[in-house]
């Protein structure tokens, strides 16, 4: 049969023979429905729908798209909706399909399919898997990628899905990262929506796979594609800086050859076996996974990775699982199973957690301030009873969400997926604890609710600390990790608070530390992931003797630096059997890698009231390995590699030309600094799979690219900072200079909260001359003029409302 005849035939099979799990749940409905009857708001839609699609008004500026709605009105709306919705693929996607191309904006997917069984060997209406299965290739010319894609196709044959369509597209570009660009997502997007309605998809028997730099895309896409697959299976690939939180309600499998070495490929792949196992170890409902190193395979396993697509069919998707772990990766998407963003507040790294039951749903979001949208319907729970929705820990919503047809139209214009419609939503306000001030749960009493067993003792030693200690004390536990939180002993919490302001006490250069740089750069117990140790007091033993007479934090630091890993006969090797040791086993060892080496550092300047922190970036630009060190504060931030002391001085080391080429905005090549205090990002660490210990971050690429600034002849620096009311945040505005006859002289971005407080833009002004800065954040623009003369920093507010005028300090 020729593929028109057969498009035809499909356009005939009945909606609910489609789409079995929506036609099941209306058919159980129909007699509530039309008992209920279909006056109002049903009749209003029924006439709106009856209108040509381009004469139509918006549906979201229609009364009766707001009246709420009975279970019967919403199911029989969504009906209706999802047919015409159904009707429209059928009417515009026929010739994308025949063409067998996807596109979103520029970018072009083209693919190619294979059916299983062969169409003539099918007996009709059947509903099939979609596999969806990537090519190898990258950086190469198109013809070397389109054989690969070639050879892709032609796997189908040995892979061979059972009832299933098999496509495998091709790349909309021929880059490294050929399938983590954003376009990906979007012409993935499309092609499942089109394939559901044409070619009888079962929505929840969708699979993703893919072979060598589409294993990579697999890694990649997972994650972050997970609400819309069954399974996924990542063959022969390397993931980058993905992370597997995504993964928790996606069984995911890997296969690798056991010399595959490239890339570190055979060594990845134990890497998040392991993060999985621990994933699956703290959530055993989730991360359902198998990893498998072939024995004695290369890059081609010989077939041998097949044994993924049974494995994957056996599984189906779910839709409306109760536990959702929604981390944003490099293309963000609008919505998660059940969980949504509101538009523009979805960011790179944001991740939220939520969980549902019965009739109460709790979200916190662990990274980022994206604004929530919790989905919901009647398969989820009952909608004709209270519902409560708790942002971390605090109701924001108790009541009865109301379905409408808004909300109905809305989610199945996302996304095309008639499993995944939802009648009602509730958007979770920006700030919970002003939404829910009546609770009055401060940071310390949240810690305090999520310790466990271990919140007895917390509360007996909070009661047991004097003032100031007390204050070093609630920073603590309003940071920890809910693992410390839960697991630390009390007594060596309190030994290290003790140490911690007892070192302060007898420091040469306390009067020169302040608070907020005390409880963030010396009072935390750990500098990374290293276990939990008590370390203090034997640190001070052995560095306050190398430091006597020193006056000043960087000279001290410089000295512990070039003596004291002598001393505790630690040095640097590959061979060290830890990634991130604590102090006291990297000196048990003996090895330790630069990461354990700065670990080490750290904790030493610490023990001794040096405020110090742990700083590195995941890759070079170029992938040519990682590195790690330590910044140390004396009036400003400076730098050293732990154990490769530059005599007595900081801001000398053999790395400073490679960190001078790190790109801000690309988290691989980004460097952080680690922060105890919470802030928008994680510190990437990329052995670690337990993002909720990482360490939050600041990124403080800027520093190292613009060390010093030159400044020409009649010319002065200003630092730029743009903060926004009412908290006084600083803000990512795009900002141009202009000198009085209008000649651009510089332009660029503010610094937000993910990078350091000291991270000002730095502008090089005409020393005798006014300029003027235009300013644009948030679709709002005003300009400033920064007047001729001596200031050093320039700070600007941005207006509450539109036309206010920005304050100028």
Same mark, same amino acid.
């Given at each position: ?10 356009r *005939?099979?009945?909606?609910?023979l ?5 036609? #099941?749940?209306?058919?159980?409905? *129909?007699?509530? /429905? ?8 049903? $009749? ?27 279970s ?19 009417r ?6 025949? /063409? ?11 693919? @190619?399919?294979?059916? +299983? ?6 007996p009709?209406?059947?509903?099939r ?10 950086? #190469?010319?198109?013809?070397?990628? $389109? ?9 189908? =044959? ?32 499309? *092609? ?6 044409? @070619? ?21 896409? #997972? ?26 309600n ?9 010399? =595959?070495?490239?890339y ?20 055993p ?18 077939m ?16 409306l699982?109760?536990r959702?772990?929604w ?25 939220v ?12 979001i ?30 924001? +919503? ?24 939802f ?24 810690? %305090? ?12 030693l ?24 839960? @697991? ?20 040469p250069?306390?009067?020169?530390? $302040? &608070? ?17 140790d008590?370390?203090?007091r ?9 430091? @006597? ?12 630096n070039?003596? %004291? +890993? ?34 080490? %550092? ?31 504060w ?7 590699? /732990? ?7 900081? $801001? ?21 600094? !680690? ?6 990002e994680?510190?990437?660490l990329?052995?670690?799979?337990? &993002?909720?210990?990482?360490?939050? /971050? ?21 630092? *730029?900072r ?9 803000? !990512? ?30 502008? %090089?002004?005409?020393?005798? #001359? ?20 001596e ?19």
């Amino acid at each position: 049969m020729n593929r028109a005849c057969l498009i035809r035939r499909r356009r *005939l099979v009945a909606w609910w023979l489609r789409v079995p799990v929506i036609a #099941a749940v209306m058919l159980a409905a *129909l007699g509530r /429905a039309s008992a209920a009857g279909e006056a109002g708001a049903l $009749d209003d839609l029924r006439a709106w729908l009856s209108l040509p699609a381009g004469e139509r008004p918006p549906i979201a500026e229609q009364a009766f798209a707001r009246v709420a709605l009975s279970s019967a009105e919403a199911l029989a709306a969504g009906r209706m909706l999802w047919d015409d919705h159904a009707a429209e693929i059928r009417r515009t996607r026929v010739a994308e399909l025949e /063409a067998r191309e996807m596109r979103s904006g520029n970018a072009r997917m083209r693919f @190619e399919t294979v059916d +299983f069984p062969p169409d003539g060997d099918r007996p009709a209406p059947s509903r099939r898997s979609l596999f969806l299965s990537m090519h190898g290739g990258g950086r #190469a010319p198109a013809e070397v990628n $389109d054989s690969q894609w070639r050879n892709q196709v032609k796997l189908a =044959d040995r892979y061979r899905p059972s009832n299933a369509v098999y496509v495998a597209p091709r790349a909309p570009a021929d880059s490294a990262a050929m399938w983590s660009v954003p376009a990906v997502d979007a012409c993935f997007d499309r *092609l499942i929506e089109t394939m559901i309605v044409l @070619e009888n998809v079962d929505p929840d028997q969708v699979y993703l796979m893919g072979y060598s730099a589409g294993g990579d895309g697999a890694y990649q896409l #997972a994650p972050r594609f997970a609400d819309r697959l069954a399974a996924a299976a990542a063959m022969a690939g390397h993931p980058n800086d993905s992370s597997p939180l995504g993964l928790r309600n996606l069984p995911f499998t890997i296969h690798v050859g056991q010399n =595959d070495r490239a890339y570190g490929r055979n060594n990845v792949a134990v890497t998040w076996r392991d993060k999985l196992t621990a994933l699956k170890s703290d959530d055993p409902a989730g991360y359902e996974h198998v990893v498998h190193v072939h024995e004695g395979k290369g890059h081609w396993m010989d077939m041998e990775d097949r044994e993924a697509i049974p494995w994957m069919q056996a599984f189906r998707r779910q839709p409306l699982p109760q536990r959702v772990v929604w981390r944003q990766g490099h293309a963000t998407h609008p919505r998660f199973y059940w969980l949504a963003a509101a538009a523009d507040s979805a960011h790179v790294g944001d991740e939220v957690e939520a969980s549902r039951d019965g009739s109460t749903i709790d979200v916190t979001i662990r990274q980022g301030k994206p604004r929530v949208i919790v989905r919901l319907n009647d398969a989820m729970l009952d909608l004709d009873s209270d519902v409560t929705i708790r942002l971390a820990g605090r109701p924001v +919503f108790a009541g009865r969400p109301p379905r409408t047809v808004a909300v109905l139209q809305k989610t199945i214009r996302e996304r095309g997926d008639p499993a995944s419609i939802f009648s009602a939503e509730i958007e979770l306000p920006v700030d919970p604890p002003a939404a829910a001030a009546a609770a009055d749960v401060g940071p310390v009493a949240g810690a %305090l609710a999520r310790s466990g067993d271990n919140r007895p003792a917390l509360e007996s030693l909070l009661a047991a600390t004097p003032h100031p200690r007390r204050r070093g004390l609630e920073f603590l536990l309003a940071n920890m990790p809910d693992r410390d939180l839960r @697991e630390m002993p009390v007594d060596l919490l309190a030994e290290n608070v003790e140490s911690a302001y007892a070192a302060l006490d007898r420091a040469p250069w306390r009067d020169r530390i $302040d &608070e907020a740089l005390f409880l963030n750069e010396i009072l935390p117990y750990c500098a990374l992931t290293e276990r939990r140790d008590s370390w203090r007091r034997e640190m001070q033993d052995r560095c306050l003797p190398l430091i @006597e007479g020193v006056t000043t934090p960087a000279a001290a630091a410089a000295v512990l630096n070039k003596q %004291l +890993f002598p001393l505790i006969k630690v040095r640097y090797s590959k061979r060290r059997p830890l990634v991130d040791p604590s102090p006291a086993q990297a000196t048990e060892s003996g090895m330790a890698s630069c990461t354990g080496l700065s670990i080490v %550092l750290v904790a030493a300047c610490r023990s001794v009231a040096i405020p110090a922190r742990f700083v590195g970036i995941p890759a070079w630009p170029g992938n040519t390995g990682n590195h790690s060190w330590v910044e140390v504060w004396d009036g400003d931030w400076h730098f050293t590699g /732990a154990a490769e002391p530059a005599g007595d001085r900081l $801001d000398e080391a053999w790395f400073t030309g490679r960190a001078a080429g790190a790109m801000r905005d690309v988290l691989r090549h980004a460097i952080h600094a !680690a922060s105890f205090s919470r802030r928008p990002e994680r510190f990437p660490l990329p052995w670690n799979g337990r &993002e909720d210990l990482r360490p939050w /971050a600041v990124n403080v690429t800027d520093r190292y690219t613009r060390r010093s600034v030159s400044l020409p002849e009649g010319r002065r620096q200003v630092l *730029l900072r743009v903060l926004a009311e009412p908290a006084g945040d600083r803000v !990512a505005a795009e900002y141009e200079v202009r000198d009085a006859a209008g000649a651009s002289l510089q332009s660029g971005r503010t610094n937000d909260e993910r990078f350091d407080m000291h991270d000002d833009v730095p502008l %090089l002004v005409p020393v005798d #001359a006014d300029v003027f800065v235009s300013l644009s954040w948030e679709a709002r623009r005003w300009s400033e003029k920064i007047p001729a003369g001596e200031a050093a920093r320039v700070t600007f507010v941005v207006p509450t409302k539109s036309g206010a005028d920005p304050n100028t300090p």
